[in-house]
């Protein structure tokens, strides 16, 4: 079956205490994508990747880092993580990042830092 | 620049009556414009997308948008709503040909009531 999976799906956590959420697909996709969800604020972009060592910043990276070391994975990673950042995470990929392809989207990951 | 604008946070309907959820683009280009959904605790899956070929598009579960340039629009319809399609609905604009980035609206919370 063709998905995006996350793990963990629920993580609470203290301030300073690193943190990784996995994100992984099996479509051979060449564009992955991190958001976070806040409500009012729909979904907005931290981090994206066009293909494999290639990422860069979306609209809200401050206090988050990515890789894409394979094609199926890009995990976002929480160096120091605030309460700020107490939000649903999403990570989605798409065929190709060279036009609006669907994305396809993950479960979600439900951070609470506190 | 690209933006979306969900003009409704909230909206209410009967079982059985139609369904109407507004969504205003902004966008420099030609834009991609596309309806996502999310049910309680899931992630999102694409409902439809416009792509500059047909200016009424179909989409899965009885949707369907209408793309109106003239007034910078792409409300999303359903002649008759069912209690599955209380969700989260978001608007999404992205750039054609201007790779993946995606710019989401705050979202539509809608109600289907007995």
């Known amino acids: 079956e063709a998905q995006v999976t996350q793990n963990p799906r629920y993580l609470i956590t203290v301030t300073g205490k690193k943190l990784t959420v996995t994100c992984s697909q099996n479509?051979?996709?060449?564009?992955m994508s991190w958001y976070r969800q806040d409500p009012g604020l729909g979904l907005r972009q931290i981090y994206y990747?066009?293909?494999?060592?290639?990422?860069d910043k979306g609209d809200v990276p401050e206090g988050y880092k990515v890789s894409r070391k394979e094609k199926r994975n890009f995990p976002l990673i929480l160096e120091s993580p605030s309460p700020n950042q107490t939000s649903l995470y999403f990570c989605?990929?798409?065929?190709?990042?060279?036009?609006?392809?669907?994305?396809?989207f993950g479960p979600g990951t439900r951070l609470t830092v506190t | 620049a690209q933006s979306v604008t969900q003009l409704d946070s909230h909206v209410s309907v009967s079982e059985g009556t139609p369904v109407l959820l507004r969504c205003n683009y902004s966008?420099?280009?030609?834009?991609?414009l596309f309806w996502y959904v999310q049910h309680p605790n899931k992630g999102l899956q694409l409902l439809l997308k416009y792509t500059s070929a047909a200016t009424l598009v179909k989409g899965i579960n009885g949707f369907e948008a209408e793309f109106k340039k003239s007034e910078t629009s792409f409300h999303l319809t359903k002649p008759s709503a069912h209690m599955s399609d209380a969700a989260e609905y978001f608007c999404v604009v992205s750039l054609t040909g201007g790779g993946n980035k995606l710019t989401f609206g705050t979202g539509t919370q809608l109600k289907v009531e007995l």
């Open positions: 479509m051979n996709h060449e564009y």
């Open positions: 966008s420099s280009y030609s834009p991609s």
């Open positions: 989605a990929s798409s065929l190709s990042y060279r036009d609006s392809y669907e994305q396809y």
């Open positions: 990747s066009m293909n494999v060592e290639v990422t």
